[in-house]
């Protein structure tokens, strides 16, 4: 997988977990965290890992 791949499943995921980011949203999020998620795909860490990571939020 290459790394713009793994950024669009990142993307994916992040519209279709339980936050439901618009298209819109997950490209803010990617775009804001893009240093720690290219960190991450060099270390091999999974798409919903790192899709959790980034999406999740409390309060």
Do not use: H, N, P
């Not at 713009?4 to 977990?17: D, G, S, T």
């Not at 949203?25 to 775009?31: F, I, K, L, S, T």
């Amino acid at each position: 997988m290459t790394y713009e791949e793994y950024e669009a499943a990142i993307k994916k995921y992040l519209m279709i977990c339980d936050w439901r980011y618009s298209e819109e949203g997950a490209e803010e999020r990617v775009m804001k965290d893009r240093e720690y998620i290219q960190g991450e795909f060099k270390k091999k860490m999974t798409i919903g890992d790192v899709a959790i990571d980034i999406g999740y939020c409390c309060g």
